[in-house]
T-cell receptor, first 117, second 118 residues
Framework: ETGVTQTPRHLVMGMTNKKSLKCEQH?????MYWYKQSAKKPLELMFV???????ENNSVPSRFSPECPNSSHLFLHLHTLQPEDSALYLC????????????????FGPGTRLTVT | AQKVTQAQTEISVVEKEDVTLDCVYE???????LFWYKQPPSGELVFLIR??????QNEISGRYSWNFQKSTSSFNFTITASQVVDSAVYFC???????????????FGKGTKLSVIP
């Protein structure tokens, strides 16, 4: 298996459901990301994880909860979502940068198309 | 604040035509990085190029070329002799601030959807 994989590829859930999105990378990277892609909006970074830190976009509602058990796996736990949360959720990974390096290119998975009914 | 503008929402060209995708950016930093990504219908974004603000040389990779002009804050992308497989959404992005967790803040434009008609 290569690159970045995401499961499921499609998910339909009601507003009271709880579900999780899974991402796995096979590239030996140390940083992983969750993005939200809504129609006619720029990609929105939700969370970043590296070995030591987590950074989150303060505008992300608490109904989205990330988990990164190791450098290869990333989860996004969803609960009591709203219809406006329907979007394509993309996972990405990259080498871990620091202040003395340049930003590394990110490798993306194919995304999970989420529909909240 | 950082901003990336891709004014062309959708472009259609006939196969073998050349096409240029525009990207204009705003940043207060003197050191920054510009990216182009391609998103085919399969969904995953594919990295195409990274360019730092100190390197204004234009770059060519096969049918792809990039024109970086700091004077106009633009980083345009040209596809020569377009092919149907080039049909995708193309995103320009700007990165300038280290934001922690091994990452730099990456600001994306809204993307340009390119359709290449056979």
């Amino acid at each position: 298996e290569t690159g970045v994989t995401q499961t499921p590829r499609h998910l339909v859930m009601g507003m009271t459901n709880k579900k999780s999105l899974k991402c796995e990378q096979h590239l030996g990277h140390n940083a992983m990301y969750w993005y939200k892609q809504s129609a006619k909006k720029p990609l929105e970074l939700m969370f970043v994880y590296s070995l030591e830190e987590r950074v989150e976009n303060n505008s992300v509602p608490s109904r989205f909860s990330p988990e990164c058990p190791n450098s290869s796996h990333l989860f996004l736990h969803l609960h009591t979502l709203q219809p406006e949360d329907s979007a394509l959720y993309l996972c990405a990974s990259s080498q871990e940068a620091d202040r003395d390096t340049y930003p590394y290119e990110q490798y993306f998975g194919p995304g999970t198309r989420l529909t909240v009914t | 604040a950082q901003k990336v503008t891709q004014a062309q929402t959708e472009i259609s060209v006939v196969e073998k035509e050349d096409v240029t995708l525009d990207c204009v950016y705003e940043t207060r930093d003197t050191t920054y990085y510009l990216f182009w990504y391609k998103q085919p219908p399969s969904g995953e974004l594919v990295f195409l190029i990274r360019r730092n603000s100190f390197d204004e040389q234009n770059e060519i990779s096969g049918r792809y070329s990039w024109n970086f002009q700091k004077s106009t804050s633009s980083f345009n992308f040209t596809i020569t002799a377009s092919q149907v497989v080039d049909s995708a959404v193309y995103f320009c992005a700007l990165s300038d601030i280290y934001s922690g967790a091994g990452s730099y803040q990456l600001t994306f434009g809204k993307g340009t959807k390119l359709s290449v008609i056979p």
